[in-house]
């Protein structure tokens, strides 16, 4: 019992990792009217969770975005429970600051991200740190996040180092459609699968956490 509920534990505190959002390709943001996307997570083919974005354009290439996400895992006899909620601000195609709140099954955690002279200034459940320019939480929504060698957790900030390579043209099921989607992979210090659209869209993503697949996949 001891070992089923650290891997849920683990698989619990993952399943967020992997966040959701649409832009375009070189561009953190696509400016234009305000965006409302929903996707559902899913564990093997059982749905699990869902999150919500919302992309809302605040004048010049100035773009707030915010993330809710809300997750309920049964394995055998143990629950957990996941909620999440981050805000992000973004100039052009850097981003200028987040604030996460995470409830990992009862364990809370809050991270805010500043950019300053020296890259960034990171605070992580109170401790603060300065972490460079060049990093970049693994947010996913935009295919710049596959130009980064450097990614920090939503949940905690914990740092990953990584390599990004495309694999090739698929077809994919989002959106109720079969669309064609560009396949890449993220991997390192944690792997993610993604399918992107040719406007930058990420319609899909998949990943292995505690042997279990899990996949977000725009609704």
């Not at 040719?198 to 725009?218: E, H, Q, W």
Request: hydrophobic content about 40%; aromatic content about 6%.
């Amino acid at each position: 019992m001891t070992t089923m509920r650290t891997r849920c534990a683990t698989l619990s505190a993952a399943l967020m990792a992997a966040t959701l959002l649409t832009g375009l390709p070189g561009s953190a943001c696509a400016q234009g009217a305000a965006r409302t996307l929903n996707y559902q997570i899913l564990m093997g083919a059982d749905p699990i969770g869902s999150e919500q974005v919302k992309i809302e354009p605040q004048g010049g290439d100035r773009t707030r975005v915010t993330v809710t996400a809300t997750t309920r895992v049964k394995v055998l006899f143990i629950n957990f429970r996941y909620d999440h909620k981050r805000e992000e601000m973004w100039k052009g195609a850097v981003l200028e600051s987040m604030t996460a709140t995470t409830d990992d099954d009862g364990t809370p955690h809050k991270i805010e991200m500043a950019r300053d002279a020296g890259g960034y200034r990171l605070t992580v459940d109170g401790k603060v740190q300065q972490v460079p320019a060049g990093v970049l939480p693994l947010t996913l929504w935009t295919p710049d996040v596959l130009k980064h060698r450097e990614l920090l957790s939503v949940i905690d900030a914990a740092p990953y180092k990584v390599a990004a390579r495309k694999v090739g043209a698929e077809t994919v099921e989002a959106g109720g459609k079969a669309l064609e989607a560009a396949h890449h992979r993220i991997e390192g210090d944690v792997e993610r699968d993604l399918w992107y659209a040719a406007d930058g869209t990420l319609l899909k993503t998949r990943f292995k956490r505690s042997g279990y697949d899990i996949t977000y996949v725009l609704k």
